[in-house]
């Protein structure tokens, strides 16, 4: 397995991180909340999970080992794959999920793309004995995109991507109705999205 890499990060894009190790260019797959904390050309350590398919192997890259930990123990509930997992992680810090199993709260998983209401009625019963209580001494009910925090966490994103201020100001503009109508209708901008959507807006540009 493995367990981590460690090296300069050569490149990223809206979902990976590609980090130089021994000259060799190791892409892996992060959540916006990992990738905003990435600079190219900066060293980087990120825990790894490797995920091993018939035709593919995957790795998948994340901030610390508690992430990772969760990921995986995520993938023990039927029909939860690693990008449901990672999808959920998006939304939501380690802790976040940990409280709103062990609390029953159904919505916090709904805000998921990809999970309705029967799907977090049984991933709550599943994983209730399986991810433990939260271990932090404060738990965020999510992490950014939260109604709060997306802009600034797509803002991080642009200029980690290599993207000038002005630059980012403007595709974060650009993009502000969308989010604001995902508010609207009572759910949380989704960065993953609105990074896409900003990359989009800036190519034209270009």
């Known amino acids: 397995m493995i367990a981590f890499v460690s090296g300069p990060v050569a490149a990223l ?31 980087a350590r990120l825990a790894t999970s490797l995920v091993v398919r018939e035709d593919s192997l995957t790795l998948y890259g994340f901030a610390d080992d508690d992430e990772r930990q969760v990921f995986e123990l995520l993938q023990t509930a039927s029909g939860v794959g690693p990008r449901l997992a990672q999808a959920m992680l998006a939304v939501h810090a380690p802790d976040a999920l940990r409280l709103a199993v062990s609390t029953g709260d159904e919505k916090a998983l709904t805000a998921v793309p990809g999970i309705g209401k029967k799907g977090a009625q049984k ?33 991080t994103a ?49």
């Open 13 to 43: 894009a809206p979902n990976t991180a590609v980090i130089e190790v021994g000259g060799v260019g190791m892409a892996l797959q992060c959540t916006p909340g990992t990738l905003s904390g990435l600079r190219i050309g900066e060293a």
């Open 123 to 155: 991933l709550l019963l599943e994983l209730k004995d399986r991810l433990g209580e939260p271990v932090g001494t404060t738990v965020p009910a999510a992490r950014p995109p939260a109604a709060a925090g997306w802009s600034d966490q797509l803002h």
């Open 158 to 206: 642009l200029v980690g991507l290599g993207y000038a201020t002005r630059e980012a100001d403007e595709a974060v503009s650009a993009v502000t109705p969308q989010a604001e109508a995902a508010l609207a209708e009572g759910g949380m901008p989704q960065v993953a999205q609105l990074l896409r959507a900003a990359l989009q807006t800036l190519n034209r540009t270009r």
